[in-house]
């Protein structure tokens, strides 16, 4: 069966300091991977997807990048936290066949706390 | 593109039912739907591929009007276990899934 991990839980981080959020699939090839930021009482925000490895489509203009160096493994970054980068981050999957039409599996999310 | 949730928020008593709405303004390829307890990942519901297109999950339902851009999500009879926040994401093309800012529901006693 597939499985979607997302590291670390919490996290708290000093505003200007850099960020590696990782998350990593299992038992799936080729899935498409999204990265969400939820902050505090608002919605799901889609921040990047990715179709395949070294392929990523930006959604909002902002100070995260991410990347994509393996099939199964999508990871989120900044060179420089500011205090809005605070959220709920979540990582999501999907199968690669037919675009939307299978759900979204989300990870368990990372809880970030720019201070 | 967002879409656009509405309730805000919902306070059920135990028994009653509830509509959530979901529109946008492009043509859509899907709508799913999902609930989130807090502190936790969004689960999936459903999802609905063509205009008119109705689904059951227990009690909970939806349907979809593609020519409206529109999705309806019926929770009927509810439970406490139906309390938290109702998401729609809704796909116009490629891979994107935007999601709308929520529907918190309570289910009281």
């Known amino acids: 069966s597939q499985t979607i991990h997302q590291w670390p839980a919490t996290l708290v981080q000093p505003v200007g300091s850099p960020l590696s959020l990782e998350c990593t699939v299992e038992?799936?090839?080729?899935?498409?991977l999204y990265w969400y930021r939820q902050a505090a009482g608002r919605g799901l925000q889609l921040l990047f997807y990715s179709v395949g490895i070294g392929q990523i489509s930006s959604e909002v203009p902002q100070n995260l990048s991410a990347s994509r160096p393996q099939d199964r493994q999508f990871i989120l970054s900044s060179k420089k936290l500011l205090l809005s980068d605070s959220g709920f981050y979540l990582c999501?999957?999907?199968?690669?066949?037919?675009?939307?039409?299978?759900?979204?599996?989300f990870g368990n999310g990372t809880r970030l706390t720019v201070t | 593109q967002q879409p656009v949730q509405s309730p805000q928020a919902v306070i059920l008593r135990e028994g009653e039912d509830a509509v959530i709405n979901c529109s946008s303004s492009k043509a859509l390829y899907s709508v799913h739907w999902y609930r989130q307890k807090h502190g936790e990942a969004p689960v999936f519901l459903m999802i609905l591929l063509k205009g008119g297109e109705q689904k059951g999950h227990d009690k909970i339902s939806a349907s979809f009007n593609e020519k409206k851009q529109q999705s309806s999500l019926y929770l009927t009879a509810s439970q406490l276990s139906y309390s938290g926040t109702y998401f729609c994401g809704t796909a116009d093309s490629g891979y994107a899934l935007n999601f709308g800012k929520g529907t918190s529901l309570l289910v009281t006693p």
């Open positions: 038992g799936t090839s080729n899935p498409n």
């Open positions: 999501a999957w999907t199968g690669s066949r037919g675009g939307l039409s299978s759900p979204l599996h």
